[in-house]
């Protein structure tokens, strides 16, 4: 071996070290905020109202509302999943599932793709999230599976899933389950997040095609399970606009630390 290889050898192994150290550090940060994230939804059920009469009142509210726009379908589309016993059991693990599988196999695709699109999606669906947050701790509203006339899809077939009679918590765990945080959607918003991120990432339109279907889909499954009303899912959406607005908008005009995250993802 060379001089030259002997003294460039050291430098170039400490770098790649410092690299994967950097790599794992990072990744390290984003599992990290994500359990925060679930830890303060956890912590919603504990301090969230559970006072039933005014979250039945919000939910009728609502039903008034779509009424007089006449775009009440929760009772024909709730019908239609307890008719048709193939499609009340796709919806259900549908909902029970993609909700939380989906958008962090995308979070970690983009993750891992290195784009600098993931800082802003990773800061719009935490800041969607943490709004949905707030307006289930300020505004409980129960869902049409709990206000009457309605059926409770995933209840219905939960002794087939993996789900409790509680929404979509695991067998055991439908305590953890906050029953009156219907409004807004996260599972609409999350979807839709989904399909703003593969749009932003400039993927195929195929796949831009299929995410946008994933979002209309989810959207159908949460109507027509009795576990959100129309107003709801709209509400989600516009959450998950806002926060990628806000986040872009901050991000354009804000500090210079705001790309930081951005160097850091290019750089590793």
Known sequence: MTQSAQQT???VAESTSD?????VTRAGFEIA????LYVGYCITRTFASTAFAPARGR?????????????????????????????GVAASYWYATTHYLVTL?????????????????????VLASLIGLTLYLLMPTAPPRLVGGYHDILSLHSGIGWWSQNGSAPKGLGDITNELAAFPSLHAGWALWVAIVLIRAGVPRVVQGIGLAYAATMTLVIIGTGNHW??????????????????????????????DDDEVLVAT
């Open 19 to 23: 690299r994967v150290l950097h790599a």
């Open 59 to 87: 939910a009728l509210d609502i039903l008034t509302f779509e009424k007089s726009w006449r775009i009440d379908v929760e009772s024909w589309l709730n019908d239609q999943f307890l008719a048709h016993d193939w499609l």
């Open 9 to 11: 050898t050291p430098a």
């Open 33 to 36: 905020l994500i359990a925060v």
């Open 230 to 259: 129309v107003v709801d899912a709209v509400a989600g959406w516009a959450v998950v606009l806002v926060a990628f607005g806000v986040s872009i908008a901050w991000e354009r005009k804000g500090p210079a630390g705001a790309h």
């Open 105 to 125: 196999a995308v979070l970690i695709w983009l993750y891992r793709r290195g784009a600098v699109q993931y800082v802003t999606a990773r800061r719009a669906i």
